[in-house]
């Protein structure tokens, strides 16, 4: 475990993961990444398959020890290219868009926590790659959990950053919550009833509803964790009609 908890460590003083300073809540944020790889959209390292209806895409990189990493609420591949791009010299790395986010598929239903991390258990199925260290920031870190306590033979070590039990003002504070419902509202009314706007107010919505973990399940997950605490930067405003 310390080894994984003092690069982690390195790589985010090094590359930032929390880099949506200046950028829209929920929104892509502007994160730096080595230009030769395209994270996100390379064919050479991507490919899906289908779990519970949904088509799921993900990309994999470099060799050794299999390494999950999950993108936040509203991100995909590509907004942790810069972790990718480091861990791959020591580690198998994975990483997945969620469930209707970027090029995966939408669920013809609610979204939740719940599903988008049995998608990833079923990912690591597919790829046959026994039990993984997992890295996850905020939405993601949520997932790293579950995947502790729904899937723990699956889960080696835990790196769980900005991540939350419940979505109440007991977990959250009042200004991230005002944000999330900022955001909300700000999409556009022409764009509600399109794919790309009922994709946007159910990925954004699910914050207000979810997660719902009782801190006991938390006793569940046998595997090594590092819980690390973060909050959105004050500078960042909430996602405005263009």
Not at 165 to 182: C, T
Request: charged share 25%.
């Amino acid at each position: 475990m310390r080894r994984l908890v003092v690069v982690v460590l390195l790589a985010l003083s090094a590359s930032g993961l929390a880099c949506n300073q200046g950028g829209r809540p929920f929104r892509r944020p502007v994160c730096p990444r080595p230009p030769a790889v395209r994270y996100g959209a390379n064919s050479e390292a991507g490919g899906t398959f289908t779990h519970d209806g949904v088509t799921l895409y993900y990309e994999v990189y470099g060799a050794g020890d299999p390494l999950l990493i999950v993108h936040f609420n509203g991100g995909s591949i590509a907004d942790v290219g810069a972790q990718i791009d480091h861990f791959r010299k020591g580690y198998k790395v994975i990483a997945m868009d969620s469930r209707d986010h970027r090029k995966s598929g939408d669920s013809p239903d609610k979204l939740t926590y719940e599903k988008m991390t049995d998608d990833l258990a079923a990912l690591l199925d597919h790829l046959k790659t026994g039990p993984v260290d997992v890295l996850g920031w905020s939405d993601g870190g949520i997932e790293a959990l579950l995947l502790g306590i729904r899937h723990p033979a699956k889960v080696k070590k835990i790196v769980a950053m900005a991540a939350n039990l419940n979505p109440s003002d007991k977990a959250l504070r009042p200004d991230i919550l005002d944000l999330i419902r900022q955001s909300m509202a700000a999409v556009p009314a022409a764009d509600r009833d399109t794919p790309r706007g009922q994709r946007e107010l159910k990925v954004i919505g699910m914050m207000l509803e979810e997660p719902n973990i009782e801190a006991k399940a938390l006793e569940a997950i046998t595997a090594p964790t590092l819980v690390e605490q973060a909050g959105l930067p004050s500078r960042i405003r909430p996602r405005t009609p263009s």
